[in-house]
């Protein structure tokens, strides 16, 4: 088997990888960067067909290269985020190697370097950034085996609604994703149930500016992992056809019934937590915490913006949408797929390095670090959440961490011998 040696490799080909490629450029310091399929590959098969980016287009930037287009407050679809980053590679010239599968990442038996097998060759580094992201492997919680003969799949499987068999639908997780593929569903015309958990709730606009811009002027995303307190909610920042606040009130007024959290299922019948209503509250509670936020940065900085609003309109609480529902007949309900919005997790398996963080699950081998930094010399993360920063994971923040880390693998001097 042919084997090769570089000095320092990046194992993935989304924005995080390309970025820590255009960083390591401007250190001088020679790499490449494999990734298994093409450039950004989750965004073009595992999102759905309508998908619209989160942020607004002025906020699509990477380090030198941002959004070029006339719609800066628009929302980009999958497709134009995909040629986003397709057009940062280009422009970066990144070193990239596309259909490259890294099946095993080892430490090198006789020298301090690192040895990847491709299946089809080995390559010898003296660094490497494992740059893969954290969407890897979908969560189907146990409950899933005892849903009985209904069609399931995960949010990174689903398409479109006419994907699905005919009949309602179960939504399970009512984060962005589970948000924007309900919406979408019940705009189909479908019958659509939505299971919700604890979340956290903001307005898309706010005195005239997108949230995304308040993210910035409170310094939410410059929070480290340390001074964030309070446990992480996913915030639900924009309607299925992008730009719009999401309300869970509202789309109960419109139909959709939400029901609690599964707690499980046996038979076709779901065991379901009561605390809807509470998770509601919760929400309820972040959305008015953000609006005296943004008013009391408005009042201390003096701030020009529009006049107060009022924090969002009220929804009538419709009764099937509070009532403390234990179970949930799929059967009886008329419900023929289940959606598992219920997030990812690592998939580490072929990382033979001491670079995790024990735990007593095998399947959530999580990476041990210090902004991307590893107890093993010459081995890195990049494009975690909360890798150093709230922002660490945003589009437009992976950029300084990169940074960081092209000054580390600099400063170390490690290279090939």
Excluded at 40 to 60: C, G, I, K, T, V
Excluded at 312 to 318: D, G, I, K, L, N
Aim: glycine share 10%.
């Amino acid at each position: 088997m042919k084997t090769e040696r570089i000095e320092t490799v990046v194992i993935g080909g989304g924005q995080a990888g390309l970025t820590m490629s255009h960083s390591l450029s401007l250190c001088a310091l020679p790499h490449i960067v494999l990734e298994r399929q093409r450039v950004a590959e989750r965004w073009r098969s595992e999102r759905w067909d309508s998908l619209h980016f989160q942020f607004p287009n002025w906020a699509m930037r990477l380090p030198d290269w941002a959004y070029q287009g006339d719609a800066p407050d628009a929302f980009a679809t999958r497709d134009e985020v995909v040629a986003f980053i397709e057009a940062y590679a280009q422009r970066i010239d990144a070193p990239l190697r596309t259909g490259v599968d890294v099946r095993a990442l080892r430490r090198a038996p006789d020298w301090d370097g690192f040895v990847l097998d491709t299946g089809h060759s080995v390559i010898e580094a003296a660094n490497v950034v494992i740059a893969t992201g954290p969407y890897q492997q979908a969560v189907i919680p146990a409950a899933a085996q005892g849903i009985g003969a209904v069609f399931q799949i995960p949010a990174s499987g689903y398409r479109r609604p006419g994907q699905l068999p005919a009949g309602g639908v179960l939504v399970v997780g009512a984060g962005a994703s589970g948000c924007q593929i309900a919406e979408e569903l019940l705009r189909d015309g479908r019958p659509v149930y939505l299971s919700v958990g604890p979340y956290g709730r903001t307005p898309r606009r706010y005195r005239g500016r997108d949230m995304i811009w308040w993210v910035a002027a409170l310094g939410l995303d410059e929070r480290t992992a340390q001074e964030i307190s309070q446990p992480f909610r996913p915030s639900l920042l924009s309607g299925a056809y992008g730009g719009q606040t999401v309300d869970l009130r509202a789309f109960a007024a419109a139909g959709m019934v939400l029901i609690g959290h599964v707690l499980g299922a046996r038979d076709g019948i779901l065991s379901l937590a009561t605390d809807l209503a509470a998770c509601l509250a919760e929400g309820d509670e972040r959305y008015e915490d953000f609006i005296r936020n943004a008013d009391a940065h408005v009042a201390a900085t003096g701030i020009a913006l529009a006049p107060e609003q009022e924090a969002a309109p009220r929804y009538p609480e419709p009764t099937t949408a509070i009532e403390p529902v234990e179970t949930l007949d799929l059967r009886a309900a008329g419900i023929t797929s289940v959606i598992w919005a219920t997030g990812y997790r690592y998939d580490f398996d072929w990382v033979d390095l001491d670079v995790f963080a024990p735990t007593v699950d095998s399947n959530q081998r999580r990476p041990e670090h210090v902004r991307g930094v590893t107890q093993q010399a010459g081995a890195y993360f990049l494009g975690l959440p909360l890798l150093h920063k709230m922002k660490s994971s945003f589009l437009s923040g992976v950029g300084d961490d990169a940074t960081y880390l092209a000054e580390q693998i600099l400063a170390s001097g490690r290279c090939l011998g």
